[in-house]
């Protein structure tokens, strides 16, 4: 009998922490046969300090072509985000979007599904050949390695507005469920935390945007385009826009969103990311909408090295520190207000 070289588990340091799952549901809809079907659920997995916190909940959105496992580990096999939130003291829910990793997707009823996610368009977007690129855990040469990274990343759903509407809407229902958290979005999940805003102003304490597609009204290719501004599916804007068109067409300082007035978001970047290239244009958009944006990109505080996955590549608890620092000083000031 040949013996097991090495067990996942005996790396891994024992925790005491409270966790579950649960299901925020969908809609109800009605098929050709007449059949009744669940729309766009979304899984929800959770984990907590075993002690009582005065820490606000976080929620974790992935990004596109991603589920909740982004969070949770690295390509390496390192803890992820995830367990670096719990361990900092905050409640931490991590969202498979609908149509997503655990959250069916099936065609019918989900709605049409993109191409299966590539190894050239992963290569280029998150271990791109440029030498200030240093923190990506893999060898790009290990092909074994990099057939478990891509495994879990899968399609994107079509029509982009009508998944951010799916994401905006569940993700409302699971604040209500939650109260006031801090929502942290990444890549093509950005979308979903300003439509969760706009839908639950109150409810959204601040945001970390990691990364987020933009800049205003682009489009990218094999996602779509962001029709409303930094959306595809309708913002909200003072005064009103009839038509994603009309938002377009208005001049861009007067594209003022009410539920973003005040809004403490952090905007984080890698220092070898192309994503990095249009943020402060993502930056300027969110200012003029009325959030209180700061830009936090990662050499500016000493991090330095990181693409696009800056959440789980070598150095990923020190990119961790640098977000959890921001998050810490809100929710300090939350509690003392």
Do not use: C
């Not at 005064?239 to 009309?246: E, G, I, Y």
């Amino acid at each position: 009998m040949t013996a097991v070289a090495s067990r996942f588990w005996e790396s891994v340091v024992p925790t005491t922490t409270r966790r579950g799952h649960f299901w925020v549901p969908g809609e109800r809809v009605v098929g050709d046969d007449g059949a009744i079907r669940a729309k766009g659920p979304m899984f929800v997995a959770w984990e907590a300090p075993a002690e009582e916190t005065d820490r606000p909940p976080v929620v974790l959105v992935h990004g596109g072509g991603g589920q909740g496992t982004d969070w949770l580990g690295t390509p390496d096999g390192r803890p992820g985000w995830a367990a670096g939130y719990v361990t900092a003291g905050y409640p931490t829910f991590v969202v498979d979007r609908p149509g997503h990793g655990r959250s069916p997707a099936h065609p019918d009823v989900v709605g049409t599904l993109g191409p299966q996610f590539d190894y050239g368009t992963g290569q280029a977007l998150f271990f791109p050949d440029r030498p200030d690129h240093t923190r990506w855990p893999l060898d790009p040469d290990d092909e074994a390695a990099t057939d478990r990274w891509i495994a879990p990343l899968g399609a994107l759903p079509v029509d982009l507005a009508e998944s951010q509407r799916m994401d905006a809407d569940r993700l409302a229902a699971l604040l209500d469920l939650l109260g006031p958290a801090v929502v942290v979005t990444h890549s093509a999940g950005g979308p979903s935390g300003w439509l969760l805003a706009d839908r639950r102003p109150a409810l959204v304490r601040a945001l970390v945007a990691i990364e987020p597609i933009g800049p205003a009204f682009a489009t990218f290719p094999g996602i779509g385009t962001l029709d409303w501004g930094l959306t595809a599916a309708p913002l909200t804007y003072d005064p009103p826009r009839a038509s994603a068109a009309d938002a377009r067409a208005a001049d861009p300082a007067t594209l003022r969103v009410p539920a973003l007035v005040d809004l403490p978001v952090a905007l984080v970047t890698g220092g070898a990311s192309m994503f990095a290239d249009f943020a402060d244009d993502v930056a300027a958009w969110l200012a003029v909408g009325g959030a209180a944006v700061e830009r936090v990109h990662l050499p500016d505080h000493g991090v330095t090295g990181n693409g696009h996955a800056l959440t789980y590549e070598t150095n990923s608890e020190e990119t961790l520190a640098v977000v959890l620092r921001w998050i810490d000083a809100r929710a300090a000031a939350a509690r003392e207000a």
